[in-house]
């Protein structure tokens, strides 16, 4: 059995109870107040600094700014580059101008309007790609670098070379004031004996590098050729190119010269001093490549 002990307080007790509860109540209050002004402290705090949700939330609840538009820049086209200017060479040719290529170089030659026939003939072969892959299939060091035919085009290694034409010849066409100096270009052709009207192979050239000559020499070789061609005497510009670039009078006359070398004497020194198999042609192919620079 459970008693129940009555409810007995005095006044000082109750008294000292009550100044006890009042105290409690204030101490909570106080603590709820600081709590409160902690709590927004901290939203004001969030929000000044940019906080931000979680990444899940943004998510859901954010969508993407938009990508500023760039503005391209307008589309200008490349204007076609203006084409060289002719060399002083090219353009005080007196005649037409074709480039020889090779692998050692380019080499400009200007034809002779004098001689037409061959003229007319070289510009016709260079303007259907006729010469192109060709070779210059002998070659003499201290003499000349011949080639044009076009059994050469694709020729096996150690094949003799220097029978082809495209099936014709030209007619010759001397001129006493066109010689065999140095970067002469002049027609290939048969032998008198069974060639004497000396007949020009229809596309075989070969240009001139020889050597130089003394008065004597000079002289002597003069005296030969006015013995078939009377009257025929050396200018002073003549002698002094085959006293200092060099060439090879000796066959002054004999063959058609029928144009020059006008830029790129030195690559005809680097192929006349390639290492030669038998027939003179070089151990490693020297090809060609024309284009008309300059027409009629």
């Known amino acids: 059995m459970i008693f129940l002990q009555p409810l007995f307080i005095s006044p000082h007790a109750a008294y000292d109870s009550c100044i006890t509860f009042v105290t409690s109540i204030f101490t909570a209050m106080k603590r709820l107040y600081i709590s409160l002004v902690g709590c927004v402290a901290l939203v004001l705090f969030s929000s000044a600094s940019g906080c931000k949700s979680n990444s899940s939330t943004t998510d859901k609840n954010t ?28 353009a005080s040719a007196k005649g037409p101008v074709v480039k020889i290529s090779t692998p050692f170089g380019d080499m400009t030659v200007m034809l002779y309007n004098e001689t037409p026939r061959h003229r007319d ?8 790609k006729f010469y192109d892959g060709l070779l210059f299939h002998r070659c003499i060091n201290t003499f000349m670098i011949q080639g044009g035919d076009p059994q050469s085009r694709g020729a096996a290694a150690g094949v003799m070379l220097g029978g082809g034409g495209p099936g014709y010849t030209i007619p010759a066409e001397f001129n006493a004031a066109f010689l065999h100096k140095k970067g002469a270009l002049c027609a290939a052709r048969q032998g008198d004996q069974i060639n004497p009207r000396k007949e020009s192979s229809g596309s ?25 061609n009377p009257g025929f005497k050396y200018t002073d510009a003549q002698r002094t190119a085959y006293k200092t670039i060099g060439g090879t009078p000796m066959l002054d006359m004999e063959y058609t010269v029928f144009g020059e070398v006008i830029d790129g004497l030195s690559v005809i020194d680097n192929i006349a001093t390639q290492k030669t198999l038998r027939g003179d042609r070089p151990e490693k192919d020297v090809t060609m490549k024309m284009e008309i620079i300059k027409g009629k």
């Open 204 to 228: 075989q050239f070969y240009i001139v590098q020889g050597k130089t000559y003394t008065d004597m020499e000079l002289n002597q070789m003069e005296a030969n050729i006015a013995a078939k």
């Open 63 to 90: 969508s993407a700014a938009p990508a500023v538009q760039q503005t391209q820049p307008a589309q200008v086209s490349t204007p076609e580059p203006a084409p060289a200017a002719p060399s002083a060479a090219v």
């Open 121 to 128: 003939n070289f510009l016709k072969l260079a303007g259907e």
